[in-house]
């Protein structure tokens, strides 16, 4: 147990077995008063039943806090993500990474109005969640304790927490008791999972994992077409319907789901310094991550574009490794955020069995517009014999060492 | 015309009809020898006709060179491109691109044994071919006098361009009159296609535009499963099959061909400056990419691969622009090289209607393998309390920030 | 010549006899009307005896502009890169490169108001100038034609410039007549030269070609101390006294110059190509570089701080290539100057015979401030345990590929 | 105290009072067997002494190690990092990082040799030093135990060192009874300070805490000129006299010191978080920057070199970090070493009252070089016309970039 004294604590509460043993533990071990936090990001669970259950744990009703913070999450945490096209390791689209700068803020908020000293929650001493939420917590408040029950205390087999649990009366879901085949997270831009089933990363995921999306070979046999609208970056309109963010993404989420799109099977490098083997699926964010590079193909100027592809791989792993609220993070999104002033206009895609491809893109801000393109009257911009100087001036370098070589071999 | 006066020019010749009206072009134009070459990339084409018609066209039969090119462009320009996970904007195999240095290369070579004092190609002035040819020719010979008569004559008009071919007995095929609806380049990698009916970038390609995959609608409707081999980078064998690289580029893309996997629409921005629009086909090369970075996934660390990842769009920038016989491209393949040695083992792969997803991967090299990741008798290297310190320590800077921010606003 | 009809052309005229030259040869050569533009950018040259020059060589008094932008060319460019720290091959701070954006934005806002339908300039055909130039006049203005009288005329000898100028009645200084031994150019950041003596690069340059700066071995034998101050990221004081851009930077001039500060000799690689030999003396820039990073060392992250250095190579880049108008160097700028905020401080350096050593540096906004790094009340933010987790979890990959490579040798 | 059990630990023992503490509480804590390990890096101290006390200390001969490792320092450490240019925070020289490496590595070799099951070093619990010597450890040998004293021991201020100095018979010498007013690092290529009299940053470094360097202003009056010879990257000889690596860097440092050359006073920002002020003398390792980045402006091609520029700020902070046992370090390091080839020549340098300026440099490999600038007979390589077509494709993107902006805005 942390040597610092706590008198009352915000914990990041799901309203499950775990973080209720959590709550437990941390009345019984530090005797302080517990505030519950519990966010709707879309994970799909309802939040009535967490309250029920943080009541009858014995938290007073003014220390539950329940939000729903789906249009911020999406508005402000998966767009600006997304505007950078971030893949972290070529392929996973940050889904749970992008969600924990979201909950730490929002603990730390809560911590202030209910002057509470400490924030608490459920991620294991293995994992890269941890890292995230107490990043988040100590550049929000430095002066923070933080309590990681998972590295602090001796429940260290599922026998003993069900014991404790047991002891504190605490009710347990039948199909809790045993050891989980494999666990899981979840919020609107995607579900993940893994342990045990999926620890032989020589092995298929099994189909009963995938929570998110059909399995492709059970998607329609006919593709879906969808245009999606764009304004500066961010996604606004399906099939020319405005929509909030979370509204939009949801959507996308439908289609996704229906056409076996986003799932993705993965061993990917923790910031803590092992491997691991994930399950995603990203429904709507990977028709997403399309249809948004599909915009830009036509709206994005090329310098700008290569800068942004260049600089994309540190993004993702700033997200990834939790430095959302970092400078640094901060300063690449100044910076990808001024490209897309004029990224807009309409990406039709092809939704089928698993995939989503870009069929068509248009913009009133088109760089490909043949117009732009001819810049005086009865004049085109290009003339075929620049192109001879172009070339020779982009050679000299090479034929100087081309020269340097023939005469003394390096 | 180009006022230097030349004796004998190697013509990257195909065989078809504007290569044909260049090789009398120059000819005429320059009045000089020419030398034709002409290569299997695995195009698709027989090699036969290009002899004879380079015979009818009054080349002497030892002017004319004729190479099977395959087994070197894969071994030491596409393997070694698909080492970097190279993708163009994010989502370009490069199939075109990696092709014109070999030819460039091998042009110069008969060039030397000619001792001819011109190349010749017939790429276009507004595309990135010429600039890939040329690059090439330059590093390798830097006095080399080059001719792109695209850049040069008169012919500006298919009209025209066909009158001189009617005018000096040049064979057109019946489909060779009009304008082509696209224009397509093809190798062992890939085959492209782009011009009039793909020009607006809103419309969808029409099928009839693939040549080299089956509409992923059309696919069959079961799965097939496939291994691949890799040492040090290289696939090696399929299905426990080992072949050589040319062969091995071949089966994946009858397995992607089959399955409908590789098509992209891409909108792309030319290095000589404008956008255009383009179709590809990647069947192999696509399922290689995942199974690369499959592989890679358990055998490279964390280090290697983020660095990897973080220059990556500036090798496929490189290769995209024609600086592969460049310092800077060689520097890259040297850095990534070194990278790969343990880069061996199965990835096994599931093709399905345009999709090639990793299912699997094992390697007797593999860093996620359980036993290494315990470092002495009874002891594993993890220790949960170490997080709380790692993390801490990472924090560090962020809390002072924080600290700032609250006392002083910034 | 070029082969547009060109009506009124905007030249950016020095008052020298090769920009007089120019001058006239647009006259006659294109008969089109000239319109003059000089500015003073702190080259150290009256502007008056151009203007009486221009007028002289039958310019009409309402087509001669003259402009002092020398507080727009420290406030708009020189700072703005100065807060990147900006280097060219590690050494040049891009003295002449950051000058060439601001002319030709004023030449083209001339050109619009004058109704004119053409820029022209005195930069040579070898050089990185013209570049700079024309990128920023077809980036502000794509439908301008641009005339470059040393690309396209015939007068390719200094006999033959001369010719030309007497023949047109254009005066010629006694020590114009001759091929000067050097080029020169110059602005309130710097002076530079190339050519002739400087050519062999193993060759000293000789004393006489400095302009600005005293030979270090002439110096004072005592050193000066001064101390400037910043406010997010800009010197806005020396010595205590508030200053205008333009007035501090011609203060520190006078300053490096007095202690022989901010010479080089440089082989740089030009955009065009070749290798050239320059010589710089930027006195005042050089002071200003070191206290930026003096005053940035205590108020910028670690994170951000390590961002910069890393896209300081590309910014500097940009700028020497002249891409001061494309929006890869205006997100760079975006990003460089969100980390500004709190770049604000005062910073000690000692000049001394050819070196500005930063000495001391203090701000309110310090990060080593040790009050910052105390998080609570009798509790330091460091505990010496938090980095053996911290080192542990660092070393845990690099743990496991020693394993693999105990085991397997690589 | 760690929880393992040690039997024979290697002690990177400097002979030092601090060390021999460590050796002596080693010894009680542990009760194990201590081996030390000294080595002579060009620290400027005779290793006898260290011998003497350690057989004092009861440490049986023939676990006392000394090895004179300054060839290998400076050869395959020192010389391959100036390969990079590599400067942290775009000044350091990194000597006490570089040094760390080597330390770790020959300490390993002796762990093996006599079965030691831990290592252990002096390096204190808030600084690099300790991750650049356990970083090194453990990638070398993963199942070592580390044991780091100034993280385990409750010795926590002076009075209680000198307590157990006093009570365990170790030697104190009479001014290392105090708090020193700064600590000291030093090696061939260095030596730095930091502590107490050096911790306000507004404050100039006394003038007592340099040793390596003259004060700048009682340095000779006039210039030292040298030439430095370089191969590969490499310098092998001064003033023509070829050397080996370490007498050299010994060579050059004379040279430095004289000339009060390579100065910094510093606030750099740690790996564990916290910002830190320092002072760095490197007076051969300063001269040796600018003499290499001078030969390889003349025999260097762009590409190279601009590629290197944008991977320093990497490579020196992976080298600062620690990481010099990592892949990606190494993957760096054979990217920069094969663009050494032919970094080759010599170059002059004026080293005059704390500078070194390059004034001349040539090579057999010059890329300068006029001959090899000239492709052909009587032709140069460089047509002033091609510029425009040059300028003309970079501007293109930036016409339309211009041409939208003026019709929409954006």
Not at 222 to 229: G, K, L, N
Not at 389 to 406: D, E, S, V, Y
Request: glycine share 8%; hydrophobic share 40%; charged share 25%.
């Amino acid at each position: 147990m942390s040597d610092k004294r706590v008198k009352k604590v915000v914990l990041a509460y799901s309203g499950g077995l775990d973080t209720s043993i959590i709550l437990k533990w941390l009345q019984t071990t530090y005797g302080c008063e517990v505030v519950t936090f519990t966010a709707d990001l879309g994970q799909g669970e309802e939040l009535g039943p967490a309250r029920d259950k943080a009541l009858l744990l014995g938290i007073k009703p003014e220390n539950i806090f329940m939000d729903d913070l789906r249009e911020e999450f999406v508005r402000d945490y998966v767009f600006p993500m997304f505007r950078a096209n971030a893949q972290y390791e070529g392929l996973y689209l940050l889904g749970t990474s992008i969600a924990r700068p979201l909950i730490a803020k929002r603990q730390i908020e809560i911590a202030e109005q209910v002057g509470a000293d400490a924030v608490s929650h459920g991620a294991t001493g293995k994992g890269n969640d941890q890292v995230r939420f107490e990043l988040g917590y100590y550049a929000l408040k430095p002066d923070i304790t933080i309590i990681a029950p998972w590295r602090e205390w001796d429940l260290t087999s599922r026998t003993r927490l069900i014991e404790f649990a047991e002891q504190h009366q605490i009710p347990i879901a039948k199909d809790k008791r045993g050891e989980a085949p494999f666990s899981v997270d979840a919020n609107l831009l995607h579900a993940s999972s893994e342990g045990k089933v999926l620890e032989d990363p020589a092995v298929e995921v099994p189909d009963y994992v995938y929570s998110r999306t059909l399995d492709p070979e059970k998607a329609p046999d006919t593709p879906t077409v969808i245009a999606i609208d764009f304004e500066k970056g961010d996604p606004v309109a399906i099939d020319g319907v405005r929509m909030s963010p979370a509204t939009l993404l949801a959507r996308l989420n439908e289609l996704g789901r229906a056409n076996g799109i986003g799932r993705l099977d993965l061993v990917e490098n923790r910031f803590v310094g092992m491997k691991s083997r994930g399950m995603y699926e990203t429904p709507g964010g990977t028709i997403l991550y399309f249809a948004h590079r599909g915009i830009e193909s036509i709206t994005l100027d090329r310098g700008a574009a290569h800068l942004k592809d260049e600089l994309m791989p540190k993004y993702a792993e700033l997200v990834y490794n939790g430095f959302w609220f970092s400078p640094e993070r901060e300063m690449l999104q100044a910076m990808i955020d001024k490209s897309q002033e004029a990224v807009t206009g309409r990406v039709r895609l092809k939704l089928y069995k698993g995939s989503a491809w870009v069929i068509g893109r248009e913009s009133p801000y088109s760089l490909y517009d043949q117009e732009l393109v001819t810049f005086e009257e009865g004049a085109v911009a290009y003339d075929h014999r620049d192109a001879a100087g172009f070339i020779r001036l982009n050679a000299l370098r090479l034929r100087t060492l081309g020269a340097r070589k023939r005469k003394l071999g390096v």
